[in-house]
């Protein structure tokens, strides 16, 4: 303990701490093997919960006053800390649905793009493929100079397929100097009864938090007269000791 400690906690707080401390220490054997053992736990126990109580009383007979002055100076703090995060939230959000809907848009323009340049590439494609069948009946016709200009024109049209690209994506939003980000992947339970089929199935059942604060209130309002599939309920009596 420093000296601003000790300075903190007054003469008489400190000689229960370490009188409180030293009886604590001085008990190293817990051993219960017939009756006057039993009665003297018992005993030791009371004393152990007199102690804790009069160790909380003069805690918070220290920190309270402490207490107090810091909830004060917190609540100097706490409007514009408030306000301030519920701004960068809001800013967060507002940035984050921008973001989105503008890499929506870039993937919607780029697809668009994609089915475009594949329609004009089919065709040009079906062009080819109808030049050729005419430069086929052409030759068969004895007119191989208009064959030669068919196959020529059919030639063109596959070039031009072969070089027909989608335009690039709009540009994303632009960079801003000291702000990144990172990925966040976050679970969201859309059919619950899916879920805990799959927990059931797989194993998984740690997935499932079971309200076990909810279920003992129905254990001591009925007192295990209830029955619920799964659940065994059970008296397990507290001991309690009075001064």
């Known amino acids: 303990m420093t000296n601003d400690n000790q300075q903190l906690i007054p003469v008489e707080s400190r000689d229960l701490i370490r ?42 007979k220290n920190v309270d006053p402490i207490n107090a002055t810091l909830k004060e100076i917190h609540a ?8 301030l995060e519920n701004l960068k939230t809001h800013l967060r959000i ?19 793009a994609d089915e475009k340049a594949k329609k004009d590439r089919d065709d040009l494609a079906r062009l080819a493929a109808k030049e050729n069948k005419k430069a086929e009946k052409a030759e068969a016709a004895g007119n191989l100079t208009g064959a030669e200009d068919h196959r020529d024109q059919a030639k063109t049209f596959s070039q031009l397929a072969t070089s027909v690209e989608a335009p ?9 100097e000291g702000k990144t980000t990172r990925d966040k992947w976050e679970a969201r339970v859309i ?21 076990i604060s909810a279920l003992n209130k129905i254990a001591g309002a009925t007192k295990g007269r209830d029955k619920i599939p799964g659940v065994l309920f059970e008296n397990n009596p507290v001991p309690v000791y009075r001064r």
Request: glycine content about 2%; aromatic content about 8%; overall charge negative.
């Open 94 to 112: 507002s940035t984050s649905n921008y973001e989105r809907d503008q890499e929506r848009k870039r993937q919607e323009a780029q697809r668009a």
């Open 19 to 60: 009188q409180s401390m030293e009886w604590c220490t001085s008990i190293t054997e817990i051993r219960i093997g017939d009756e006057q053992e039993y009665v003297k736990a018992c005993e030791t126990t009371r004393k152990v919960q007199g102690l804790l109580r009069d160790i909380d009383e003069d805690r918070r």
């Open 76 to 83: 100097q703090y706490r409007p514009v800390v408030d306000a």
């Open 191 to 211: 059919d619950p009864r899916s879920f805990i089929k799959w927990c059931l199935t797989e194993d998984k059942l740690h997935f499932l938090d079971i309200d």
């Open 168 to 176: 690039p994506p709009p540009p994303p939003p632009p960079r801003i």
